[in-house]
């Protein structure tokens, strides 16, 4: 029975990352996925952000089990001309409310996440509550997230079975260590407690990705 268990516990993570040519493409067709310019200026914001930030999805839209003063805020955010500062109150690792302060600095390329949020946020309904709602004022939950990312992936003629919330999470530490961030840095980036952020950094599948 153990041996059993030791078997399901060691089951491959199929997941694939969300490479930056991907992200491209996802934020690129959104206009002609989402039903309205405003949802298109929601899910760009989402994803951008999902990547850049090292996001997991519970941190950025409402699960239904959970309530949603764990999820950021109107109030979450700050701009500058050349970032977006984020304060994170809770985190899958951060239960007791520590808070962490998250500083996104902008680029220059149409997914940059600072200029899609300041777009969002201009077009966002002023109510309080949850930073990431729909015109209406309803919250965008966890499964919606998911049903337009993956609308988006068959759009672009990209199989979407091993794409996942936490694809964005993924393709962003292993786009760092591409790029010759070291170990640290990404744990720090990604807010890791523990070497947990080993299993993240997927070299091979992300040139897989890249070429899908």
């Known amino acids: 029975m153990l041996i ?10 199929s997941r694939l990352p969300i490479t930056p040519q991907i992200l491209d493409k996802l934020i690129s067709l959104l206009p002609s996925v989402c039903l309205s310019q405003y949802e298109t200026l929601l899910f760009s914001g989402l994803f951008s952000l999902a990547y850049f930030g ?16 764990h999820t950021l805020s109107l ?3 700050s701009f500058s001309d050349n970032n977006v500062s984020i304060n994170l109150k809770f985190s899958k690792t951060d239960q007791l409310g520590k808070g ?3 500083i996104i600095p902008s680029i220059n390329s149409h997914v940059c996440p600072v200029h ?3 777009k969002y946020f201009i077009a966002r309904p002023k109510t309080i509550g949850p930073a990431f709602i729909h015109f209406g004022g309803n919250y965008v939950t966890r499964y919606q997230f998911n049903a337009v990312l993956k609308k988006a992936l068959n759009v672009a003629n990209i199989t979407s079975d091993n794409f996942q919330s936490h694809s964005f999470r993924i393709g962003a530490a292993s786009q760092s260590s591409k790029m010759g961030f070291s170990d640290d840095e990404i744990q720090d980036f990604g807010r890791w407690e523990s070497k947990a952020y080993k ?3 997927r070299i091979p599948t ?5 070429q899908i």
């Open 206 to 210: 992300l040139k897989l990705a890249s």
């Open 75 to 77: 109030d979450d955010f």
């Open 116 to 118: 899609l949020l300041k």
């Open 4 to 13: 059993g268990m030791e078997r399901l516990d060691k089951r491959v993570d």
């Open 54 to 69: 090292f996001f997991r999805i519970g941190e950025l839209v409402v699960n239904k089990s959970l309530a949603h003063s």
């Open 100 to 102: 962490s302060l998250i």
């Open 199 to 201: 299993r993240y950094i």
